[in-house]
């Protein structure tokens, strides 16, 4: 296997033979039901990486880039908007508004998201 990345109980395994790929998704299916589980039929996929894996909410690239995915960044958009209208009303507080934002630029940093956090949290 040329790479893999796993976080929990997702993961993702790269490879150039798709035939290869199959056998080792196999492998894995096997594995999994002599655990006495299975794998989500939605959640199993073989695609080529050239247009980017999704994966916890980022988009992976075989090429090491990883980026937020969009609807992550539209969720977060919308309630940033929602919490600061409630906050500028004086109905929320400005410490939930914090905190939220503190949390959203804690998981999107693991990607190369630095211009995408301050044009986020500055058109509002």
């Known amino acids: 296997c040329k790479g893999y990345v796993r976080y929990m109980d997702d993961f993702l395994l790269f490879g150039d033979d ?3 790929l199959r056998e080792w998704g196999r492998a894995v299916r096997e594995k999994v039901e002599s655990l006495r589980l299975e794998i989500h039929p939605d ?3 073989l695609l080529g990486s050239d247009c980017g894996v999704d994966f916890c909410g980022f988009v992976v690239f075989a090429d090491g880039r990883i980026r937020v995915r969009r609807q992550t960044v539209r969720r977060f958009h919308r309630r940033y908007r929602a919490k600061l209208a409630a ?9 939930s508004l914090s905190q939220s934002v503190a949390a959203w630029c804690g ?3 693991h990607a190369q998201s630095w211009r995408l ?3 986020v949290l500055t058109m509002v």
Not at 87 to 95: E, I, T
């Open 18 to 20: 798709r035939g290869q």
């Open 117 to 119: 956090r301050w044009a």
């Open 43 to 45: 959640k199993y996929r």
């Open 87 to 95: 906050v500028n009303a004086r109905v929320g507080d400005m410490q």
């Open 107 to 109: 998981h999107v940093q």
